[in-house]
C-alpha cells in the first residue's frame, strides 16, 4: 500500500492496492483544552457526580461527621451585643459640604468609611485601654482570646456599629459589653477631634506646596512664552500658515519672471531677436534711416548717371562710411540690451533663492509648531490642575474650620449591653452548615478529580480530542463485565443466539459500525482491517470478535485472524482449538486452510482442506486462531510470507479482521496494517488517557499508517440493553 503524509497540515492519505479513491484523514489530535475552559453545563455536571458520587458522598459525610462531632463537645455561649449611632440622623445633619468640594453632599452619603472603621474599632491601638479595663476584674482575658469572641458589624443600610460578644459566663459578658461601650465612646470623641485638627494641618501642608507650583508653572509659562515670541498657539500657526502662503505665490511669480527673462534673453541671441532689438532702438534706426535714404538717392541717380561717374562713387562713399556705424550701433544696443537682460536675470535668481531660504524657515517652523504647542498646552494644564487644586484645598480648609467651630456631635450608644438570659442555640445551624460545607468540597474534590484525571470517559471527549472520524459507539455491556464473562469475553451461545440479545443496542452497535466501514470507500469497499487500540484492555479482540459477527450476519465471508501473537485471545473468547494458527502458518509449510476454523452456531468446528466446503455452510465466520506464542511476533508480522497470506486471505475472503497488538511501545500492528486497507483504533472510555491517545497517534502518522477511524468502546451515554 501507498501512504502520502503532509507534515503541514497533519493529514495521511490512504491509497488503495488498485490505486483508486484516495482516502484523506487528518487523524492529529486536537489541543486539549482542560475542563476549566470549557463551558460546564448541566450533563457534564451530573457526569461527574454520577463518575465520583463516591468521592463526594464519602467527603460529604465525613466533614458532617467532624462537624457533629466538634458541635457536641462544645459548651453553651452566652451572647450579648449593643449598638452605637456613629452619624447624625437629621435632615440638618446629614445635609453637610463635602470637605473636598464648595458643592452640599447628598444626604445619602455620609462620607464614612465603615469597613475601615471597623477594622480600627478591631485594631491592637484602640483596643488596648479597653482591655487593660477587663483585665482588672478578669485577668486570663487577652487582646486575642477576647477577639476569638468578638464580633463587631454594621446593619445593613444604617448609621450604625452592632458590637457583639459570646461567653460561657453571661455576667463576663455583660463587663466586657460594658467595657467596650465606654472605650468606643471615649474614642469617637478623642478621634474626631483630633481628625479635625490633621484635617487642617494637611490641608495647610498641601495649600502653601499647591500654591509654589502654581507659581513655578505661571514663571515656567512666561519664559517660554518669551523665548518662542509666543502670543498663542493659534495665533502663531495663523502666522507660519500666512508666511508659507505668500512665500508659495512670491515664489511662483519669481519663476514665472525668471522664465520670462530667460525666454528674452535667448531671443536676444536669436537673429530674430536681435532684429527685434535693433528695430526698437531710435539711434540705430536713425543711422539705418540715412543709409536708406542714400540708397533711395543712388537709386534715383542711377537712372542719370553711370556707376563710374563721380555723383554716384560719392553716394557710395558715403554709404560704405555709415556701414560702419551702423555695425557700432548694433553692437552697443545688443550689448546693452543683453547686459540689462542678464542683470535682471541674476536678480531674479537671487530672489529666488532668499524666498527659497525664507520658505525653508517657515517650514521649520511648521515642524516645530507641534512640539511648542504640546509643551505649551502641558503647562497650560498643569498650571489649570494645580489652580483647581488650590481652590479646592482653600475651599477644604474653610469647611473644616467651619466643621471644628461647630458642635461635636459624639457617638451615641442607643441599645446599651444587657445581661444575656438563655444561651445561644447554635448545634443545629453548625449541623446544616457542615452538611452543606461537606457537599461543597465534595463537589469540589470531584471537580479536582475531573480535572486531574487524563482520561477519556465520553464519547464527545473522544470527539474532541482527535480529528479522526467516529466509525461506532459501542455501549457499555454489563454482562460482560461479570466475573464468568471476564475470562470469556463475550456471552454464551444462548446469549447470543436469543432475540433479545440480538436485537439488543449492544449487538446493533456492531452492526452499524460495520455498515459505516463498508460507507466509507463505496467506490472500492475495505476487504482487510486491522483492529488494535492505545494499550491492553480497551477492548479491542471483543471488538474485532462482534464485528465479525456482524459482516458474517450480514452475508459476506468473514475471515478473523488473531494476530496478537504476545498475548492471544481470540480463541479464548470464541472456545476453539488453538493447537495450530497463524504462528504455525507462517513458520511451516502447514496450508492455510488447515489451519482456519469455521464457526458453526458460535462454536468451533474444523474446516476440511476443501475450500468450496466454506462456501457451502450457511455460517461466514471463519477464525484464524494465534497458534503459539513466537519469540520474535514483529518479525513474523513483517516477512513476505506474512505479506503473500495477507493477498491470499484478501482474495478470499469478503472481509479479514485482525486483531492485533496494543499499539503503545509496540509496532506489531503498524507492521500488519501495511497489508490492509487500513486500521481501526478501538479506545476504551473510562481507561485510555489523553495523553496514551496522542503519543499512539503521533506515533501512526510518523510511521505513516492509514488510519480509518476509531470505536469508542464501553460509551455509557448509549444504552446496551435497548431493544426494538
Known amino acids: 500500500m501507498n501512504n502520502q503524509s503532509n507534515s503541514g497540515n497533519s493529514t495521511h492519505t490512504i491509497v488503495e492496492r488498485n490505486g483508486k479513491s484516495p482516502l484523506v484523514l487528518d487523524y492529529a489530535t486536537r489541543p486539549h483544552v482542560s475542563q476549566s475552559e470549557e463551558d460546564w453545563q448541566s450533563p457534564q455536571v451530573l457526569d461527574i457526580a454520577r463518575r465520583r458520587g463516591l ?65 480600627v474599632l478591631g485594631s491592637p491601638k484602640t483596643m488596648k485601654p479597653i482591655v487593660e479595663q477587663i483585665q482588672k476584674r478578669y485577668p486570663e482575658i487577652g487582646y486575642g482570646s477576647l477577639m476569638d469572641q468578638l464580633s463587631i458589624s454594621r446593619p445593613e443600610d444604617t448609621k450604625l456599629i452592632a458590637v457583639k460578644y459570646k461567653d460561657e459566663d453571661p455576667d463576663r459578658v455583660k463587663f466586657v459589653l460594658d467595657q467596650l461601650a465606654a472605650g468606643y465612646l471615649t474614642y469617637s470623641q478623642q478621634e474626631r477631634q483630633s481628625n479635625l485638627r490633621q484635617g487642617i494641618t494637611f490641608v495647610d501642608d498641601q495649600i502653601e506646596s499647591t500654591r509654589k507650583r502654581v507659581d513655578t508653572l505661571q514663571r515656567q509659562i512666561q519664559t517660554f512664552r518669551q523665548r518662542n515670541n509666543l502670543i498663542g498657539t493659534e495665533a502663531l500657526a495663523s502666522q507660519v500658515a500666512s508666511q508659507i502662503q505668500g512665500l508659495e505665490q512670491q515664489r511662483l511669480e519669481a519663476r514665472r519672471e525668471i522664465a520670462e527673462t530667460q525666454k528674452q534673453y535667448n531671443n536676444l541671441q536669436d537673429p530674430s531677436g536681435a532684429i527685434a532689438a535693433l528695430a526698437a532702438d531710435p539711434a540705430y534706426q536713425k543711422v539705418l534711416d540715412k543709409m536708406r535714404e542714400i540708397d533711395s538717392k543712388a537709386a534715383t541717380e542711377s537712372t542719370r ?21 551702423l555695425r557700432q550701433e548694433a553692437r552697443r544696443v545688443l550689448g546693452d540690451k543683453m547686459a540689462s537682460v542678464g542683470t535682471d536675470l541674476s536678480v531674479l535668481e537671487t530672489r529666488q533663492q532668499v524666498l527659497g531660504n525664507a520658505q525653508r524657515y517657515w517650514e521649520q517652523e511648521v515642524q516645530r509648531l507641534p512640539v511648542v504647542s504640546r509643551i505649551y498646552s502641558d503647562l497650560e494644564r498643569e498650571l489649570n490642575v494645580a489652580t483647581d487644586s488650590l481652590g479646592r484645598f ?78 461506532g459507539s459501542i455501549p457499555l455491556y454489563e454482562a460482560l463485565q461479570r466475573p464468568h464473562f471476564l475470562q470469556r469475553g463475550i456471552p454464551q451461545r444462548a446469549d447470543l443466539r436469543s432475540d433479545t440479545f440480538r436485537y439488543s443496542g449492544f449487538s446493533e452497535s456492531f452492526g452499524s459500525l460495520y455498515s459505516t466501514l463498508r460507507m466509507l470507500k463505496a467506490d472500492q469497499p475495505i476487504r482487510s482491517v486491522v483492529i488494535s487500540s492505545p494499550s491492553a484492555g480497551d477492548g479491542k479482540s471483543t471488538v474485532a470478535t462482534y464485528l465479525a459477527q456482524a459482516a458474517a450476519a450480514m452475508g459476506h465471508r468473514v475471515l478473523l485472524v488473531d494476530a496478537d501473537l504476545r498475548h492471544p485471545q481470540i480463541s479464548s473468547l470464541l472456545d476453539l482449538a488453538n493447537d495450530r494458527g497463524l504462528v504455525d502458518v507462517l513458520t511451516s509449510n502447514l496450508n492455510p486452510q488447515q489451519a482456519i476454523q469455521r464457526v458453526f452456531n458460535l462454536t468451533a468446528a474444523r474446516v476440511t482442506n476443501d475450500p468450496t466446503a466454506i462456501v457451502a455452510d450457511d455460517e461466514n465466520l471463519y477464525v484464524l486462531t494465534s497458534g503459539q506464542v513466537p519469540p520474535n511476533p514483529a518479525r513474523l508480522l513483517s516477512s513476505q510470507k506474512m505479506k503473500r497470506l495477507s493477498e491470499y486471505f484478501h482474495a478470499m475472503f469478503d472481509l479479514v479482521i485482525y486483531d492485533a497488538p496494543p499499539l503503545l511501545n509496540l509496532a506489531d500492528s503498524k507492521l500488519l496494517a501495511s497489508h490492509t486497507d487500513g486500521m481501526i483504533l478501538v479506545t476504551g472510555l473510562g481507561k485510555t488517557s489523553r495523553f496514551e491517545l496522542t503519543q499512539v497517534l503521533d506515533r501512526l502518522q510518523t510511521a505513516r499508517t492509514p488510519v480509518l477511524g476509531m470505536v469508542a468502546n464501553r460509551d455509557p451515554s448509549s444504552f446496551a440493553d435497548m431493544t426494538y
Not at 563721380?310 to 556701414?323: D, G, T
Not at 482520561?455 to 479522526?468: F, P, Q, W
Request: proline letters at 7%.
Open 55 to 119: 468521592l463526594i458522598a464519602g467527603t460529604a459525610m465525613t466533614v458532617t461527621l467532624l462537624t457533629g462531632v466538634i458541635t457536641l463537645r462544645q459548651t453553651d455561649s452566652y451572647e450579648g451585643a449593643f449598638q452605637i449611632l456613629v452619624e447624625p440622623v437629621t435632615a440638618e445633619s446629614e445635609q453637610g459640604l463635602d470637605p473636598l468640594s464648595s458643592e452640599p453632599k447628598p444626604s445619602s452619603n455620609t462620607g464614612l468609611d465603615y469597613a475601615t472603621q471597623i477594622q
Open 305 to 325: 548717371f553711370q556707376a563710374s561717374e563721380p555723383e554716384m562713387a560719392v553716394l557710395q562713399e558715403q554709404r560704405n562710411s555709415l556701414i560702419p556705424v
Open 394 to 471: 482653600l475651599a477644604t480648609r474653610e469647611n473644616l474650620q467651619v466643621q471644628a467651630a461647630q458642635k461635636e456631635v459624639p457617638w451615641q450608644l442607643i441599645a446599651p449591653p444587657a445581661t444575656p438570659q438563655m444561651p445561644e442555640d447554635t448545634k443545629q445551624r453548625n449541623l446544616v452548615l457542615g452538611a452543606i460545607a461537606g457537599l461543597l468540597l465534595g463537589v469540589g474534590a470531584a471537580t479536582i478529580a475531573e480535572r486531574v484525571d487524563d482520561t477519556i470517559r465520553t464519547n464527545d471527549e473522544l470527539r474532541k480530542h482527535v480529528r479522526l472520524p467516529i466509525l
